[in-house]
């Protein structure tokens, strides 16, 4: 292990034996050693990991990471330094899967960014973060890129340090412009007008049938966006709205440059002032993603459409 009190290595699995076998080993160890243990992973495999374990799962808070950590930009505030926070004291383990075989290619470079991110967020903590992938199911340029996120790789060989590891590159690269999108309801907004571009978001997504609690959501996602343009991005925005593969989206640009990596993905004391919408946002969607350089930034947030699912 690397001498920094965090680590976070990556787990190139083949098989199920084998996560199965480096999971539960990573779970007991922790337990052994009197530290609190999270295990973020999607369904399939937290039912495996958790009839593995027997007992001992009592002793562990297990997540649906398709659910928790649907939007890869929850997964830090949410999921992990969630769980973190809460034992100060003394080692955390955690174990998180954000990649998976059914991420669709519009959720990977957010997968991929969070990865990176990790290393940022937790860099002096002592927290290990063990991110399992698939070898056999997933590309194998997702392989290599978690290389370029891990500082150590491990498999059924052993652990080695990654000599690939640059996380800030896969953070740049994949702060790419958009593509347009086909069809879309477009609105200019300013202070005098932003009631408007929430009621552009509010009818599309009544259309599609949201309601209730989702519904407050898409209109509340949108307003902090929109608000985050007045503060931030020169006091004006555009919004446009559409749908596409069984998601409302919800993209908004300004002429503000994001600079913080972490915007949005740190917990906030309610306590403290300044802004949280982008923390909000991240809170609310299915998927965040973001483009950002000293020309503008556009912020592109997505919503299962219900039922979808």
């Known amino acids: 292990m690397l001498a920094e009190p965090f680590a976070h290595p990556a787990l190139l699995y083949r098989g199920e034996p084998e996560y199965v076998a480096a999971t539960t080993a990573f779970v007991r160890e922790g337990l052994a050693a009197g530290e609190p243990v999270a295990v973020a992973v999607p369904a399939r495999n937290l039912a495996l990991i958790e009839a593995a374990l027997g007992p001992d799962a009592r002793a562990v808070r297990l997540l649906d990471m398709g659910v928790a950590g649907r939007n890869p930009g929850r997964i830090i505030p949410a999921v992990l330094r969630d769980f973190a926070d809460r034992h100060p ?5 955690i174990i998180g899967e954000p990649v998976w075989p059914g991420r669709t290619p519009a959720e990977y470079p957010a997968c991929a960014q969070h ?24 590309d194998p340029a997702v392989i290599e890129e ?43 907004f300013d202070n005098g007008n932003l009631s408007e571009a929430r009621s552009l978001a509010a009818r599309e997504a009544v259309a599609l049938g949201f309601h209730g609690d989702r519904l407050d959501d898409v209109r509340l996602a949108v307003a902090e966006l929109g608000a985050n343009s007045l503060d931030h991005g020169g006091g004006s925005g555009t919004i446009k709205v559409w749908t596409v593969d069984g998601r409302l989206v919800c993209e908004v640009s300004d002429a503000g440059h994001i600079t913080d990596p972490l915007a949005g993905r740190s917990p906030v004391d309610p306590r403290q002032a300044g802004s949280r919408g982008l923390l909000i946002i991240n809170l609310l969607s299915d998927l965040v993603r973001v483009h950002s350089t000293p020309e503008g930034t556009t912020v592109r947030i997505y919503f299962d459409v219900p039922g979808r699912r």
């Open 146 to 188: 978690a290389s370029r996120t891990h500082p150590v790789l491990r498999d059924a060989s052993g652990e080695r340090r990654s000599p690939l590891f640059a996380p800030e590159l896969v953070i740049d690269a994949h702060n790419r412009p958009f593509d347009e999108p086909a069809q879309c309801a477009t609105l200019r």
């Open 89 to 93: 004291d003394g080692h955390v383990r």
């Open 115 to 138: 990865e990176a991110l990790i290393n940022l967020s937790f860099a002096g903590r002592h927290v290990t973060i063990l991110c399992p992938y698939d070898v056999e199911g997933l």
